[in-house]
């Protein structure tokens, strides 16, 4: 089996060492191309007003300035040689993919890319309770349970426009407790903030961040999953159309535009 390896957290994080550990238990042909840098929150991002520099890290590694959608799309059609991948695994992030995030997450571009271009793909991400530089994630949690969950879900198979979102609770392997598939949740508070800040030379700007608060999700969500120490495997599509207001404006908003 042939694997292509990205992330968002770019070339030297530790969670794309631990995604590849991961795929080196799977198998011995595994590819990466990552972002040079940083990419998180790059969601679906594509560069198209600048070049694509592409550096050569090691033999099957490469490191690409640019987004994951970048890397994926560069990877399939013109840095892996011979046949295409049989899979695209994206990740390990390190925090938390899961609930609104997803939308934003350029880990799960990753995978929604490997999709589009007709690779069966896997965002996974090691959840966090909090993002200071001295905490240090439980990858060994993503390393002792990822290589059976992605052999079982390539088991089990899933439809070709459909990606799977894999999030490990923030706790040691002994402490997790099962794996459940869930649905994809959203928060009752809002997380994102900007800080005010000032300068050295008196101007103005804004820090984008995340406030940390814990919400108080339903069951079967990926958020509850996550929280209370589940490993939670949710099935993700791109068709954001929301199909029961479709129906329901049908035969109320049609036909000949409405004029002023």
Request: charged share 25%; proline share 5%.
């Amino acid at each position: 089996m042939r694997i292509l390896l990205t992330n968002d957290d770019g070339i030297h994080a530790e969670g794309l060492e631990a995604l590849e550990t991961i795929a080196r238990a799977l198998s011995d042909d595994v590819w990466i191309v990552a972002p040079e840098y940083e990419q998180s929150g790059a969601s679906r991002a594509l560069t198209l007003s600048d070049p694509l520099r592409v550096r050569k890290v090691a033999d099957r590694k490469w490191a690409v300035t640019g987004t994951p959608t970048d890397c994926v799309m560069l990877g399939i059609r013109n840095l892996v040689e011979g046949a295409q991948p049989d899979l695209v695994l994206s990740g390990v992030n390190r925090g938390q993919n899961i609930a609104e995030d997803v939308t934003m997450s350029g880990t799960v571009a990753g995978a929604i890319e490997g999709m589009a271009l007709g690779v069966p793909s896997i965002a996974l991400s090691q959840s966090m309770l909090a993002f200071h530089d001295e905490v240090k994630a439980y990858w060994e949690t993503a390393v002792a349970f990822g290589p059976g969950i992605v052999r079982r879900l390539l088991d089990i198979r899933w439809p070709n426009d459909v990606v799977m979102n894999v999030n490990f609770p923030a706790r040691p392997p002994e402490m997790v407790t099962e794996v459940e598939v869930t649905r994809q949740g959203f928060r009752d508070m809002h997380i994102r903030r900007a800080e005010k800040r000032t300068d050295l030379r008196g101007r103005d700007y804004y820090w984008m961040g995340f406030s940390g608060q814990l919400s108080d999700p339903a069951d079967g969500t990926d958020l509850r999953a996550t929280y209370e120490g589940r490993i939670s495997v949710t099935p993700l599509h791109i068709d954001l159309t929301h199909n029961e207001t479709l129906h329901a404006m049908r035969g109320l908003l049609g036909g000949a535009p409405p004029r002023l």
